[in-house]
């Protein structure tokens, strides 16, 4: 099946600090992926979906100048958390369709990113 | 509103068969699917469902009535690496996923 690599899998840092996180679809092209958020012992919350080549489109309530989304080409996206605070602890996911194989509508999801913010 | 219902906890034995079941009100459906998710880990994909019927797949089986807006994942012959949730999740009219909060699922010996 399609493979999507996140990256990175552990982070820690201080508040106030920024951290990027990548997701990339290591045999497939990808013009559309998703990021999403879950907190412990709940289900995976869409925090945007992102599209190549144009700006990331933000679910209600996510605010897009903390989560800034970059999706320059059909095999990477980037999120960036900005300013972290302890709030933006969280496990991170990307996954991402492989257009190829679209009728099936099956997402391939990336690792998984925990981010802990001290 | 967008609504998947899914029970929030099983408990199962080692061995035994389990179901879980998810019923759905969406604006129009392109598809249900199912993930297990281990705990500290992302889902993987189980199974994907658009016409009613059941559809096998090893140990696990997934079951689907459109007119219903009703759906079940059989699991048999449970294993104890079968411990974790399962998501149960919409494709809506608009290809967007409606996700379930997941049913955890506790299998012991």
């Known amino acids: 099946g399609a493979v999507v690599s996140q990256h990175p899998s552990w982070v820690i840092c201080k508040s106030g600090t920024s951290v990027k996180i990548e997701c990339r679809s290591l045999d497939f092209q990808a013009t559309t992926m998703f990021w999403y958020r879950q907190f412990p012992k709940q289900s995976l919350m869409l925090m945007a979906t992102s599209n190549e080549g144009s700006k990331a489109t933000y679910e209600q309530g996510v605010e897009k100048d903390k989560f800034l989304i970059n999706h320059a080409s059909l095999t990477l996206s980037t999120l960036t958390v900005t300013s972290a605070h302890p709030e933006d602890s969280s496990f991170y996911i990307c996954?991402?369709?492989?257009?190829?194989?679209?009728?099936?509508?099956?997402?391939?999801f990336g690792e998984g990113s925990r981010l802990t913010v001290l | 509103g967008q609504n998947i219902d899914q029970p929030t906890e099983m408990t199962a034995t080692e061995g035994a068969i389990v179901q879980i079941n998810c019923t759905y009100q969406?604006?129009?459906?392109?598809?249900l699917f199912w993930y297990q998710q281990h705990a500290g880990e992302a889902p993987t994909f189980l199974s994907y469902?658009?016409l009613d019927g059941l559809e096998e797949k090893g140990r696990f089986s997934s079951f689907l009535s459109r007119s219903k807006g009703y759906s079940y994942l059989l699991l048999k012959e449970l294993q104890m690496k079968d411990s974790a949730s399962y998501l149960c999740a919409v494709m809506d009219s608009n290809y967007q996923l409606i996700w379930g909060a997941g049913t955890k699922l506790i299998i012991k010996p």
């Open positions: 996954s991402a369709r492989d257009e190829d194989r679209e009728g099936t509508g099956e997402l391939f």
């Open positions: 969406t604006s129009g459906f392109n598809g």
């Open positions: 469902n658009v």
